[in-house]
């Protein structure tokens, strides 16, 4: 999936290592969708990615962008065996 990516998002990518494939996976075939708590526009999605171990991507995006536009992006640890 086509996606853009916040400035913040594009600093935690880099740093933590993660695929933006990983990202279109979880965007694609999420696992799980959450709704934010506080932003109705933001939905978060989260998928095991086998490629790192299974663990849980959550993936914060806003949905009512064209293409999604995705706010931050990391590694789950509460999320671990969920899916």
């Not at 996606?3 to 998002?9: D, E, L, M, R, W």
């Not at 600093?11 to 996976?25: A, G, M, N």
Request: charged fraction near 30%; proline fraction near 6%.
């Amino acid at each position: 999936m086509e996606f853009t990516t916040s400035k913040h998002a594009e600093d935690v990518i880099r740093e933590r290592e993660i695929s933006r494939d990983w990202i279109s996976l979880a965007l694609d075939a999420p696992g799980r969708v959450e709704n934010d708590r506080e932003d109705p526009a933001l939905l978060h999605v989260l998928a095991a990615i086998p490629a790192n171990g299974n663990r849980v991507l959550r993936v914060i995006y806003n949905q009512a962008k064209n293409p999604p536009h995705v706010v931050t992006v990391y590694f789950d640890r509460t999320q671990k065996g969920t899916l």
